[in-house]
Each structure stands twice: as C-alpha cells, then as structure tokens.
C-alpha cells in the first residue's frame, strides 16, 4: 500500500461567473466541491491506477468531515489526525476566461498536534511500502517537519518521495538523511539554487550536480509540455512527449508523482518509471477534472514517451 500524506488539505470551490462584477452581488448556480490539496491529488490517480493507498494528513471541523466524506465515497481508505480547528476552503472563481483565486491558509497547528501527527505517521508506515509527502505545511510546524518524516521513513526503510517547495523543500535537502526522490519544476529548481536554470540539458545537468541534491535516488525536473529531465543515481536523462490537448493543467504535477510512486512500488526499470510518471502527468492535463486521470487512454500515450539516456 501507499501512504499520500497532505498536511494542510482543503475543499476546493469553483465558481464559475461568466462575468463576474466586482463590488456588485455574483450569483453561482453551478458550484463544484471537491476535496483539494496536493496529496490527494496523488492519492487519487494512485487509487485510479489499481494501487491501495492510504491518505493521511490533518485535518478538522466540518470541512474536515467533508474531505473524509469525499475520500470515502471515491473508496480511498484515510486515517487523518483530526484537530480542533476548521480546515480551510480554496475558491477559485472562473471569470472572463481567467481564475482568480482565494487561498484561505488554513488552521494554526500546536507543537502537540505536531507530534501527535508524527507519532500516528509511524504508526501507519508498519503497512506501507511507499509514502508520498506533497504540499506546504501548517502555519504553526516548523520548516524543518517533513525532514523528521522523511527520517522515520529511513529507518523503516521505506522509500520516501517529496513533492514540496521553498523552505521545507529546502530542508528536506540539507538533512543528511534524503529523500528516495522529489519532483521539482524549473521554477521550484531556480528558488532552491538561488540562481536560474535554463531548460537545457547543460543547464539542468550542472544544477542537478549540485552538493544539496547529492544522495537521492530519483530527481524528476518536470517541464509541463517539455516533459522533464531527470537523473537517477548518476545517470541523467531527457523525456520528451507528444504534444496533447490540454484541457486543464492543473495537478499535472501531482498525476506525475502519483505514476512514480506507483512504478516505484512495483521496482519498475527506469525508461518504465519515467515513460508511467510523464503518462500520468500527460493524462490528467487531459481532464477537466483535477488529480483525475482516464486509465482508457495510459498505454496509447505511454508508447508515445520518449526517455533518453544522456552522456553527460
Ligand atoms: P502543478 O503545479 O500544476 O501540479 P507542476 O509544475 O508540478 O504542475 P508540470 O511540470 O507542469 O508540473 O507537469 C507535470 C507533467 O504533466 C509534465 O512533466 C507532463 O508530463 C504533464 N504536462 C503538464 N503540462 C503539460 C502540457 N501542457 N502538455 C503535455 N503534458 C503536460
């Protein structure tokens, strides 16, 4: 089973106002809801490929109970912690062809919701064989928590894969004990590095080079329609896809994660990790629904992936 762990999950609201007028009343008929956050996102695609997981995170109140609700009745199993606080609503509004967004940041947590999370994080690693950390933390941990997950993890020996940015993603990488893999894109890669990375091949090979990246197994640059550049122990590699119709970009990232973590889990040969991970990235820019993927369509467009070893 797989372990997606979301720190500070939401309910995403869309609301789409064609023309939407500022300090004026907005009526919306067709309001969606979903249960949001980057990991269950991957928790979703995971489940839509046939794998067990397990979603785990913090959450609270009666938003809180609503996610529970939602993962329930798309049959993902979950074991949250559950705090004292609301969790927070994300609005996006849909207008004049554009997506404003309201970000709420979600509940403060304790020093002791903390540990109480980490203990309950150990407890659920004894039935895992993979975990997936996606996402920014609470307000209230500090920038250094996921290190402590990805340790526990370490010494279970389960492999760990963070899909993270800034701070925590930071020190994730300054800890001695790393990551099996993290999924960085161009941006997120430039704001580690503190200097900017081109998309090419030097480029991106002299960044990966880098002393903070030394130690983990797998690092996939995703590159959106580019596909991504990744290396691998001390091999590097280009992966390059076919141009698609992109309906909806957004989760991409995580769709991405969700197919490495799964041919992770199966120990899949690299082209075969690679050519899953991109297909699954590719397949969820094709649905309008985020974290959601048409497993009809995985083996056309895995045959289309290219994955080139590079000398370098
Ligand atoms: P997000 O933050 O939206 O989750 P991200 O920046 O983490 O995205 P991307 O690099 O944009 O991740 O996309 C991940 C993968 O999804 C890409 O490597 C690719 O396989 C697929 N993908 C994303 N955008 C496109 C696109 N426009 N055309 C084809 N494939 C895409």
Redesign the pocket.
Known sequence: MILTVTMNPSVDISYPIPEFKLDDVNRVAAVRKTAGGKGLNVARVIKQLGENVLATGVLGGTIGDYIIQELTKAEIENNFLKINQESRNCIAILHDGKQTEILESGPTLTAEDGSAFLAKYETLLSNVSLVTISGSLPKGLASSFYRSMVEKGRDKGIPVIVDTSGESLRQVLLHNVKPFAIKP?ITELTQLLGREVEQSISSLSQALEDDMFQGIEWIVV????A??FVKHGSDFYRVT?PP?D?VN??????A?VAGLAVALKHKQPAPVVLKTA?TT??L??MEAATGHINTAYFSRFFELVNVEKIDY
């Open positions: 894109n995703s590159m959106g329609g596909g991504a896809i698609i992109v970009p957004v989760g991409s990232g995580d991405t991109m990235g590719m969820n820019t």
